[in-house]
């Protein structure tokens, strides 16, 4: 039996990147700013690749490619560290 693997890739630095693995985050426009969440954006894009739409109420972000070092942890990261954008 061959086990399916999840398709991976190296960044720039040569870290394992997982390919397949997306995170949809929705955050909403009465609580949350885009400064913020670009911020945010600049300084996470190494460890995955972020693509953004604004909806009616939510600025939704989405990562992908993301560094395999991190992937389980990058969501919650990443929004603590927009909200702590958010009160500086």
């Given at each position: 039996?061959?086990?399916?693997?999840?398709?991976?890739s190296k960044n720039k630095t040569g870290k394992q990147r997982n390919k397949k693995e997306r995170i949809l985050i929705s955050f909403n426009k009465n609580l949350y700013n885009l400064k913020s969440i670009k911020s945010a954006i600049k300084e996470?894009?190494?460890?995955a690749d972020?693509?953004?739409k604004k909806t009616k109420?939510?600025?939704?972000?989405e990562l992908?490619?993301?560094?395999?070092?991190?992937?389980?942890?990058?969501?919650?990261?990443f929004c603590n560290y927009v909200f702590f954008l958010m009160r500086s």
């Open positions: 039996m061959v086990k399916k693997q999840k398709k991976q996470y894009n190494n460890l972020f693509s953004f109420k939510y600025i939704q972000v992908s490619n993301i560094d395999k070092s991190v992937e389980k942890i990058i969501k919650d990261e």
